[in-house]
C-alpha cells in the first residue's frame, strides 16, 4: 500500500508550454493510450505480478524547424497500473 500511495504522489499533473528555437514550430502532436501487460522490468518497478494489465500511454511531438524540415522533438513511453490509474485530458 505504501508503494502505490507512492507510485500516486509521484504521477502529478502535467501541463505547461514549451519554448522553440526561433523559427521552429509545433508540427503535430500524438498522444496513444493502450492497454497492455507488464513486462517482468515493469512489474518488478510498479510492484505487480509480469503479465499484470497496464496501461501504455506513447507521446510523441514534433516540430517543423526553419529549413521546413520535420523533425522529432519529444518521445515519451510511460506505463502505469491499470488497477489504480485514471486519466483526465484538457486540450485548449
Do not use: C, H, N
Amino acid at each position: 500500500a505504501d508503494a502505490v500511495a507512492k507510485g500516486i504522489a509521484s504521477l502529478g499533473e502535467v501541463s505547461g508550454t514549451v519554448s522553440l528555437p526561433r523559427g521552429w514550430r509545433m508540427e503535430q502532436s500524438e498522444v496513444e493510450v493502450e492497454v497492455s501487460s507488464a513486462s517482468p522490468f515493469e512489474a518488478d518497478w510498479l510492484g505487480i505480478s509480469a503479465g499484470a494489465p497496464t496501461i501504455l500511454v506513447t507521446y510523441r511531438d514534433l516540430a517543423r524547424i526553419a529549413s521546413g524540415s520535420v523533425v522529432p522533438l519529444e518521445f515519451a513511453r510511460m506505463v502505469y497500473r491499470s488497477d489504480i490509474t485514471s486519466f483526465r485530458f484538457s486540450i485548449r
